[in-house]
Each structure stands twice: as structure tokens, then as C-alpha cells.
């Protein structure tokens, strides 16, 4: 029995791989064991084919969400993750500034000073 939806999975894939790169999700997909592959494909489908896969937000929009919602959360490596993802999506450095600035604003200093150094790592590398 399937965990997800074929046509799900199949849009989540291509969303992934457009945003956070082929070789990334590729790894990640091969990397998957009989303990996460349920994990992985079920994420695929949901959290990309679903959630990333209809068009009432473009993905840029989507990724400045994602940066401000991850950053709340203080899940750093996602974070960095995603404002890699965020670029190939379009979103300026300027943007990813302000959307910091914001995290600072709301989540505190310490959290906009983590969101900072995870910016430049993923900014000096592009």
C-alpha cells in the first residue's frame, strides 16, 4: 500500500528539484533506507506536490514564507537549506535582508543574527 499519491509525488519531485536542485534531492532520495523512504516520499508528495504544487502562490513568494516561517522556528539547517533554495527561486539578497530583519523584529536578535550567518554561508557561495 502507498503512503501518497502518485500524480502528488511525481509534481512535489519536480518542485523539489526546481528549487532546492537535482543533485540535492537526487542524494536525498538515494540516501533514503527502508526506515525514512516512507518519510521521503510521503514529504515529497505533501509537502511539494501539495503544498508547493498549486499555483495561488509562485514559488518565490512561497520561498520568502518558508524563510520567515523556518527562521521562527530556529531550524537552521532547513534554514539554510531553503535560503539556497530561495535564490534559485529568484529572491534577492535585499529580500533575504529584510526578511531577517523581520525575524529579528518578531523571533529576537539572536535568531536574525543565526538567520544572518546562514545567509552569508548560502550568499558567498553563489
Not at 531577517?100 to 529576537?108: D, L, M, P, T
Request: charged share 25%; glycine share 8%; net charge negative.
Amino acid at each position: 500500500m502507498s503512503v501518497f499519491d502518485e500524480d502528488l509525488f511525481e509534481e512535489g519531485l519536480r518542485q523539489r528539484k526546481a528549487t532546492l536542485g537535482e543533485a540535492y534531492v537526487d542524494q536525498n532520495l538515494a540516501a533514503a533506507d527502508d526506515f525514512t523512504r516512507p518519510f521521503q516520499e510521503a514529504m515529497t508528495a505533501w509537502c511539494w506536490g501539495f503544498g508547493w504544487g498549486d499555483e495561488a502562490i509562485d514559488p518565490k513568494t512561497r520561498s520568502m514564507m518558508n524563510l520567515a516561517m523556518i527562521g521562527a522556528l530556529g531550524k537552521m539547517h532547513e534554514w539554510e537549506l531553503h535560503c539556497r533554495g530561495a535564490v534559485n527561486n529568484g529572491v534577492r539578497r535585499e529580500e533575504i535582508r529584510a526578511i531577517i530583519h523581520v525575524i529579528g523584529i518578531y523571533c529576537g536578535v539572536p535568531q536574525a543574527l543565526e538567520c544572518f550567518r546562514a545567509a552569508k554561508k548560502v550568499l558567498d557561495d553563489t
